[in-house]
Each structure stands twice: as structure tokens, then as C-alpha cells.
């Protein structure tokens, strides 16, 4: 009876407000409704669709206290030019109180090229850090204890590699792997649909990741061993529901492929993690991050039966948008990161990267760094919003758009089910070209401006060019070249041989766990190049469908 | 009937970052060009071969990973080798302005940097090439 009260009342507003809009008409395009009441979340039910944090369906949080206890971690993906200079950032950044690492590589890493391949040629040190063999990864983590720090790896392709040479540094350190703590990104279908660090074609690239998931599970016990990604499909151009919904499609063929191989669903899914965007609409990100844990939770429990409760929660890394950073009046993205942090936060999130003013220019500086951390810690210690859990909790707007988000979700899980799960999805090109899709609409929206851009399509300014920006020296990629003819000359280049004979055979055999024998390799000195050769002999390339 | 205006719409290096290029390649086409994209990874011995043999009035690169200023001006220069001296060459993505000047001096003809409307670089391209 109160509802048809209340249901009145909204009917009467709505006219009221309806009549008037001829004097005071509203915004264009605005996405949402005007209104949220009851009336938009009528038979909503507290326990089953939000319940207690920490408990499934983790609406509200993976934690019971959240931020209460512990902030997030304050993770600040760095890394640029050789492994000494991205040290000496490493150690500037622990001493600034970030609380974990975040490794960027060069692409050449990325794409398992060394920095003396052809296919590197300008591109060393350029996007991150060059890691050519097991001594570069020595100098990069020199003086920074393995045992204590948490460690994210942003490499997918040659995970399994990055990761042993990781082993092999924390064992000379004296650190046993079950004492290591990170993530490796893992995650090789964005990479197809969305971000184009791809090397393998996707079965044996599943094979290398359900290696990993094995491996780790027995070995390195606290090791997020993939951190299932959306925040690159978001980067691309997709919209907050289809970067969880493909993200989580994503997630759906890793768990089938490490079942399929034999194992059992609650000894890998509780080191199975995401990785979100914090884009620009505060609210609808606090939405999205409440909607992926939901439908996470219900994907695990119901459709693999995992039992533990650790299988089912979505723990999730958030990185600020790097798109929606303007190299336009470059200060205004400190106020965007801020926005963006708040939403990261009051959607629960585990640990954040924050972007740096000057990144729509360049790597950003030091100076810009601090500001990007600092942002995260003001959030923290001065804003409140860590103070509560899930503080948007209840809001008839935040219900309302997590189930709307939830449903939009689900649409599209089943459509790629449909089409046989995210692998041929991706192969046949439709998610990317619903990527595409809305990146263009995007575009258009805000040449048209039905969408503005502060500095960029309004609020203009004559600018000068924006000067200190960071840049990487020319001759990092010579000073890696030299490197490695002086490895290649101390090394033991027999048992690197040997080495990679064996794991050439094993690569042939697909019921052999690759992790034991790419470990071997990295221990000889093998280099990055040499061990993903192998690996590219007997597995080829992955073409890319032309989806434009 | 006119022949319509072809671009080559190319991702030279390593990088991965194909919104750009994809979003500006949609919007060529949806301007009247005829657009032919390359996709990612292309080496400069690539993308020349694909201008020649698509006999293409211009190409558009995309590099968002900062190696622009060694790839950009070799693809300029192999493109001359080859006699291809009137094709108009652009270039888009992350790069400071101060590399602006040298690509610029490198025959690269303009440098369309983030925040670009799709209408500057038709615009761009109608009143070069004739």
C-alpha cells in the first residue's frame, strides 16, 4: 500500500516535472534516470542480493572491515629504460610509502624479443623496463627484499618466464617461492581482443597459463598467478558493462581450460584476481566494481560449484583511466584522478595504481608520481571514504544501477556461451568489434559535443608546450645490446643448450608442466628472446583477425 | 568517375594501443576515403610494401609507445627509396610536442596528437592531396 502511495506521488512528480521542462528543459543525453526511489529496486531483497561483506555474493566488499583495518595497496605501475634506472625508481617509490610494486616492461619483453631483435628496433626501455635475461631482473629488485615486498608483474605472453627469473631472484635473496607475494597479468585474451601483447596462438597460450595456475598452486602458494583483465577492453573503448561482462567471459574460459586440464576448481580459483578501470562517472564505476563481484560470486558458486569461499570472491587491482587523462591543460588530471580514486575506493577495491598528469604525453616524472600517490593517500587519511564499508550501499541510484549493470552483464556472458565462451568470440572478432563499437560512439559523442571534455572540446585555452616531460635515453637500446654480448660470452652456453633442447621437447608433449623447464632455462642465463624462441618454433604466432 | 583518396592506415612497432588508429580509420571511411588498416605490429618493410602495393595517396601512422622518432622518419625515407615521393604521410599518438619539429623536418607532414577531432585530419588530408 505504501508503494502505490509512493507510486502516486512519483507519477505526479514525474508530470510536474515533465510540464516544466518546456521552460527548463534538461541536459542532453543524460544515461540515467532523474529519479531514483524505492520504486526502481521494488522487490529488492537485502540478503540475498547485497548481504554481509566478506560473504558471498560480496556485493558490499571481499573483507569484513575493508578499509577499517588495512587501506588498499598503493601500487604504482613504474618502470622505464634498463633495469638499473627502474631500481632506483622502485626504491624512490618504497621509500615514498607506496606499499607494493608494479613492474611495467618494454614491449620487446612484452613480445619476447630481446633488445638486440630487429622487431625492437626503437621501442627499448620505451613503455617500461628491458629485461633481457635472469641479470637484468637481478638489478632491477637489487636491494629490495622479495620476502617482504608484493611484487605486480604487468607481462602476459611470457609470463611463465618473468615469473621464474622472479623465483630464481628471490632464491639467490635466500626467499623460498612459498614466501613470495604478487601477480603476474596472465591474461592473454585481452591481450587478443584488446591490448595486442600477444605471441602464441590461444591453445597453447591457455596450456602456458594452466601451467602456471598448477605450478603455483603447489609451489608458489601465494601468487596471484592471473589478474583477469578489463581494464585494457575499458582503455580500447568498451563501456563499464561490457568490461566486466568480457572480462569475466575471459575468466569463464580460464577456469574451464584449468578444469579441463585436470584440476580441481578450489585449489586455483582463490588466486584468481581482476583488474579494473576507475573511469570518469563516479557512480557508475562504484556500480560496476558491486555488479563484477556479484556476478563473479554467482559464476563460481553455481555454474563450477567451487566450494570455498575463497573461489568466490572477485579480488580486484584498479588502475585509474589512462584514457581519459588530456594532454590539454595536463593539471586538470590531477582533479580527474582524484574522482576516479574516490570511485576505486567506494567500490571496494584491493589495490590502485593512480595515473600521472603528464601520462597522455609521456612516461610521467617523479615529481608527477608523487602527486599520483599522494592523491591516493589524501583519499585515504583525510577524505573519509575509507572509513565505512561500502558506504553507497542502499542508495536507490547504486542498487538500482548495480543491478542494471549486473543484467547487462549476464546479456552478454550468454551471448559469448552462445557463440562458444570468449575464446572463439575473440577469435571470430566480436568482442573486439563491440569494443570498437563503442569506441567510435565515444568518439562521435564528443566531436558532437553531446559529451565534454573539459580543455578539450570546451573550456580551451592557448597552451604553451608542456616542458620537464620524461623521456627515455636513445642509447638504452645499445647499452642492452652490449649486455647481452657480454652475457652471451660468460655464460655456461652449453647448459643453456641443454636447457632449451629439453624444454623444446617438453613444449612438443602438451601433458608436461612447462613451469620446471622454463625455470631450468632462466637459471642458465637464458635469455627472454631465446626461451619464448623456442616456445614460438614449436607453438607459432597467433594472427590476428582483421576485425575494421 | 573521381578516384577516391586511399589510406593506408598503419600500426608501425610493437605497440598495441589500436583504439586511435581504429577510431580514425572508421572515421576516414565514413568521410568518402577508401581505408586499408594493417593491424598491429607492422615492420617498416611492411608497411611500404603494403603502400606500394595498395597504391595508397597516404599514409597515417599510429605509435603510442614512444618510438615514433626512430620509426616514423625510416618509413619516410624507405617510401622515397621506392619512389614514392607523393604520398602524404601523417602521424598520430603519444608524442611531446617538442618531436613535432623533428618529424616534421623528416617528411612526416603533420602530427596528430590525443584530442584530435577526427574532422582536423579529413580536413587535413582533402586539402593535401588533390
Known amino acids: ?548 | 568517375m573521381e578516384k577516391r583518396i586511399r589510406i593506408l592506415v598503419a600500426k608501425p612497432g610493437l605497440d598495441g594501443h589500436d583504439r586511435g588508429a581504429k577510431v580514425v580509420a572508421r572515421a576516414l571511411r565514413d568521410a568518402g576515403f577508401e581505408v586499408i588498416y594493417t593491424g598491429l605490429r607492422q615492420t617498416p618493410e611492411q608497411i611500404i610494401e603494403a603502400s606500394l602495393s595498395e597504391d595508397v595517396n597516404v599514409v597515417a601512422l599510429s605509435l603510442l609507445s614512444g618510438a615514433h622518432n626512430t620509426l616514423f622518419p625510416k618509413i619516410v625515407a624507405m617510401l622515397k627509396e621506392k619512389g614514392m615521393n607523393d604520398v602524404l604521410v601523417i602521424g598520430g599518438g603519444v608524442i611531446p610536442d617538442a618531436d613535432i619539429p623533428f618529424l616534421k623536418e623528416n617528411g612526416v607532414s603533420e602530427v596528430f596528437t590525443p584530442g584530435t577531432p577526427t574532422a582536423n585530419i579529413i580536413d587535413f588530408i582533402k586539402a593535401k592531396v588533390k
Open chain 1, 1 to 548: 500500500m505504501a508503494n502505490e502511495s509512493l507510486k502516486a506521488k512519483v507519477a505526479a512528480y514525474t508530470e510536474k516535472v515533465e510540464k516544466s521542462l518546456v521552460k527548463n528543459p534538461e541536459r542532453k543525453n543524460l544515461a540515467h534516470n532523474r529519479l531514483y526511489t524505492p520504486l526502481d529496486i521494488e522487490g529488492f531483497d537485502y540478503e540475498s542480493e547485497l548481504g554481509i561483506p566478506g560473504e558471498y555474493p560480496f556485493t558490499r566488499g571481499v573483507q569484513p572491515t575493508m578499509y577499517r583495518g588495512r587501506f588498499w595497496t598503493m601500487r604504482m605501475y613504474a618502470g622505464f629504460s634498463t633495469a638499473e634506472e627502474s631500481n632506483k625508481r622502485y626504491r624512490y617509490l618504497i621509500e615514498s610509502g607506496a606499499t607494493g610494486l608494479s613492474c611495467a616492461f618494454d614491449l620487446p619483453t612484452q613480445i619476447g624479443y630481446d633488445s638486440d631483435h630487429a622487431m625492437s628496433e626503437g621501442e627499448v626501455g620505451k613503455v617500461g623496463v628491458a629485461i633481457d635475461s635472469l641479470a637484468d631482473m637481478e638489478i632491477l629488485f637489487d636491494q629490495i627484499d622479495l620476502g617482504k615486498v608484493s611484487t605486480s608483474m604487468t607481462i602476459n605472453a611470457p609470463a611463465s618466464v618473468l615469473l621464474a627469473m622472479y623465483i630464481a631472484v628471490a632464491e639467490k635473496q635466500g626467499v623460498t617461492p612459498d614466501k613470495l607475494n604478487g601477480t603476474i597479468q596472465n591474461d592473454v585474451l585481452k591481450e587478443y581482443a584488446a591490448r595486442g601483447t600477444y605471441i602464441f596462438p590461444p591453445k597453447p597460450s591457455m596450456r602456458l597459463i594452466t601451467n602456471i595456475f598448477e605450478y603455483c598452486s603447489k609451489n608458489v602458494a601465494n601468487w596471484n598467478t592471473i589478474s583477469i583483465s578489463g581494464y585494457h577492453i575499458r582503455e580500447a573503448g568498451s563501456t563499464a558493462s561490457q568490461e566486466i561482462a568480457f572480462t569475466i567471459a575471459d575468466g569463464i574460459a580460464y577456469v574451464e581450460a584449468a578444469i579441463k586440464a585436470g584440476m580441481d576448481v578450489d585449489d586455483f580459483a582463490g588466486r584468481l584476481s581482476f583488474f579494473w578501470n576507475a573511469h570518469n562517472n563516479v557512480l557508475e564505476e562504484v556500480a560496476k566494481f558491486r555488479a563484477s563481484r556479484r556476478v563473479w560470486a554467482k559464476v563460481m558458486r553455481e555454474r563450477f560449484k567451487a566450494q570455498k569461499p575463497k573461489s568466490w570472491m572477485l579480488r580486484v587491482h584498479t588502475q585509474t583511466a589512462g584514457s581519459m587523462l588530456t594532454a590539454q591543460q595536463p593539471e586538470n588530471n590531477i582533479v580527474r584522478v582524484a574522482l576516479q580514486t574516490a570511485a576505486a575506493v567506494l567500490g571496494g577495491t584491493q589495490s590502485l595504481h593512480t595515473n600521472s598528469k603528464d601520462e597522455a604525453l609521456a612516461l610521467p616524472t617523479e615529481d608527477s608520481v608523487r602527486v599520483a600517490l599522494r592523491t591516493q593517500q589524501i583519499v585515504a587519511y583525510e577524505s573519509g571514504l575509507a572509513d565505512v564499508v561500502d558506504p553507497l550501499g542502499g542508495s536507490y541510484y547504486i542498487e538500482a544501477l548495480t543491478d542494471k549493470i549486473e543484467a547487462e552483464a549476464w546479456e552478454y556472458i550468454k551471448k559469448i556461451d552462445e557463440i562458444g565462451g570468449a575464446v572463439v568470440a575473440i577469435e571470430q572478432g566480436y568482442i573486439q568489434r563491440e569494443i570498437q563499437e563503442s569506441a567510435y560512439k565515444w568518439q562521435m559523442e564528443v566531436e558532437n559535443k553531446q559529451r565534454i571534455i573539459v580543455g578539450v572540446n570546451q573550456f580551451q585555452i592557448q597552451e604553451k608546450p608542456v616542458e620537464g616531460l620524461l623521456r627515455v635515453d636513445a642509447s638504452v637500446g645499445e647499452f642492452q645490446r652490449k649486455k647481452l654480448v657480454d652475457l652471451r660470452a660468460r655464460r655456461d652456453n652449453a647448459a643453456v643448450e641443454k636447457a632449451l633442447a629439453a624444454l623444446e621437447a617438453a613444449c612438443k608433449d602438451e601433458h608436461i608442466n612447462l613451469m620446471p623447464l622454463i625455470l631450468d632455462a632462466v637459471k642458465t642465463y637464458a635469455t627472454l628472446g631465446e626461451i619464448c624462441g623456442v616456445m614460438r618454433k614449436v607453438f607459432g604466432e597467433y594472427q590476428a583477425p582483421a576485425t575494421l
